[in-house]
Every structure is written in C-alpha cells, then in structure tokens.
C-alpha cells in the first residue's frame, strides 16, 4: 500500500543512509553538491479510515489483540527532529493465529513501519514502530488503523512540538502555480558557543534539487561552517511546478557537534492557473526570534508574481491571529509587479528577482 511506502521512506531518514540521494561530498578542501535519482513515494492522506471507524467496531478484536503501551505518547520533541518509538502486538488468543495486513493512518506528523512479522501466533507478538516528525508547533494527536485478517484496530498517537533551537522550520503550506519557479533557502542556527559544522545535506522526493546559496554547484568548506550564535543559510532548494498535483519532500542536514540530524519537511501544492496569487519565495515571512527588550527591527517582504500580467500592490495588513495586538507595523509600497518571467530588467538583470512591497517593523 502507498502508506506502507511512505512509512518505509520516513524510516530512511531516521534510520539508514540514503542509497540514491542527493548529497554533499567532501574532496579534499571543496565541498560539492553530487546529484543522483531518488524515488520518493508520496502519501495519499485520507480520512476514510475514520469515517469507517465511526460505524464499524473494533470491540471483538480488541479482547485478542493487546498493545505495549496501549498508546504512544512522544511527549515534547523538537521541530526538525525525528524520534521513533517501538510498540508490540500481542496475540491473546490461545488457539487462533491473527495475519496483520497494513497500517494506515490520516495524519503527516506520525509514520509507521510495516510489521516485524505478518503472522502473530497464538500468544505471540510482532511489533512495528513509529516516527514522529512535527510539521509545525504544538500539540497533536491521532490514530494509526492496524488492518488484520480480523477486522481492525486503532491506535492513538500523540505529541508536542517544540521549538527548535536549530530554527529549523518546515516548509509547509506553499501553493505554486504551474510553471512557478520555487527556490527557498535553508537557514540554520549554531546556538552554542563553539562553531559547528554541516557534514552532508540530502534531499528526496518531488523534484527537489539542491544548490548552493550562490546557485554554485561547489564551494570551499569554509562555507559549511557556521560560527558561535550565527544564523547561515546552508543550501538553496530549486522546485519548478510541472504538474498539478501535491509534492513532498525532505531535506536531510547532518551536523558534526554535536552529532545530529535535521529534517526539513517541504509540501508543494500545484494548483491550475487562476487559483494562486503572488508569493514569497521562502514561502512564510519569518520575522525571527526576539524579546521584549530588543530594539524594533524591519524585515523586507518581497513578492514574486507567477501570472502573465502585472499585479497591483494596494495594501498589506496584518491580520492577527488571536486577540490584542500583534506588535507588527507594516509600510508598504505601492508597487506593480511584473510577471515572473518578464522582471529581469526590473532588478538590474536578476532573472526572476523577488520585488520589495513593503517593510514590516517587529517592535
């Protein structure tokens, strides 16, 4: 099944070094970006399974099938950082052998493995486990569906989302328009205070291509290193929307010291023309990390324009998203931005050049 795929994959990033990948390579004192095929199955979600849930027991299987733990609580995990636990099944059954036939589930924050064994004899067990990989902040909470030769079970999953330290984010929530081209940069944050350094960036899935942040292929290894408190952009991700469809991805960073490894989630959606407006080429505008003490600070928004014709700039609100005030004040230009393909003259030669429409001041 297409989940069992994707399950597979997600335990590539947490458990295993690529074999096809896209990587970073060390020759002697440059550093260089070697391309390769990657095969990325991406993961239909579906609801179905709770829809089926709500008219259909699991009572009778639940008196022969028994789990360890009876839920999986992943407790407080950082963003961008992949943490797996093992669960067991086990066959109460004295007489009946039980065949498990897939996993399957409705949420991006929690993959499964397949089953260590299919077929659980009588009072045996198998096992499976599960990758939690936030996609944003906060808490979250679903079910896996176990499908046996018995019916099906459910299993609850759940987990918060911390901020990372790192300042890895994903990149989430992007709509393209077909033909758009898509180049965010990947920052990361050395929040200690000796340097670290990047030992080999990945990526998989979608059509996601890595570059350099100078669009260069190879660079010495200076630029790998990240100094104390320092906050880099490491590596560039290139996407072009060629299809209407949805794209996932995951861009993979090793750091040195400590050891460790990143996750970078990436989901494009690619919607048919007139169903997507201007957009920034990050995706979000990230304003950073301050406090209550900092001096005000303005951050450029800059837009790009993926349609045939000029747009208009009339205005940029903030909108908040609870109640009170936002502490953010915008100024905005009033701009006409020209279609993508068309703006090289506008930026002295920059093809493709995201515009500045307004400034937006964090106070």
Known sequence: MLENWTAKYIFAICLLEFINKIQLTIHNSEHGLVNTNMRFFDENLSHIQEEISSIMSDMPLKFQLKFEPSYLDFKQRSLGVPHMEKVILRNTNKNK??????????????????????????????????????????????????????????????????????????????????????????????????????????????????????????????????????????????????????????????????????????????????????????????????????????????????????IQITSVEVQPSGGGGTGVAVSYKNVSLPPYLENTHVLGGQKNACIDVATVTVD
Request: charged share 20%.
């Open 97 to 310: 052998s039980i065949y498990m036939t897939s996993i399957s589930g409705s949420s991006v924050h929690f993959h499964s493995s397949f089953f260590e064994d299919k077929k659980i004899p009588p009072n045996g067990t198998t096992s499976f486990n599960v990758v939690f990989l936030g996609r944003e902040e906060g808490y979250v909470e679903s079910n896996l569906f176990i499908h046996t030769s018995e019916g099906f079970l459910k299993y609850n999953v759940r987990g918060t989302s911390t901020f990372n330290h790192h300042r890895i984010k994903p990149l989430t929530g992007i709509k393209m328009k077909m033909n758009a081209p898509f180049s965010p940069l990947i920052y990361v944050h050395n929040p200690f205070s000796k340097p670290i350094q990047i030992v080999e960036v990945y990526s998989s899935g979608g059509g996601f291509h890595l570059e350099l942040p100078s669009g260069e292929q190879k660079g010495p290894s200076e630029i790998w290193e990240i100094r104390p408190h320092q906050t880099k952009a490491i590596i560039k991700v290139q996407f072009q929307a060629k299809a209407v469809q949805n794209h996932t991805g995951y861009i993979r960073i090793k750091l040195n010291c400590p050891a460790k490894t990143l996750v970078v989630p990436i989901e494009v959606e690619v919607l048919p023309d007139g169903e997507v407006g201007v957009f920034h080429p990050q995706g979000v505008l990230d304003l950073g990390v301050g406090g209550s003490k900092d001096m005000p600070r303005d951050v450029p928004l800059c837009l790009q324009n993926p349609h045939h014709r000029h």
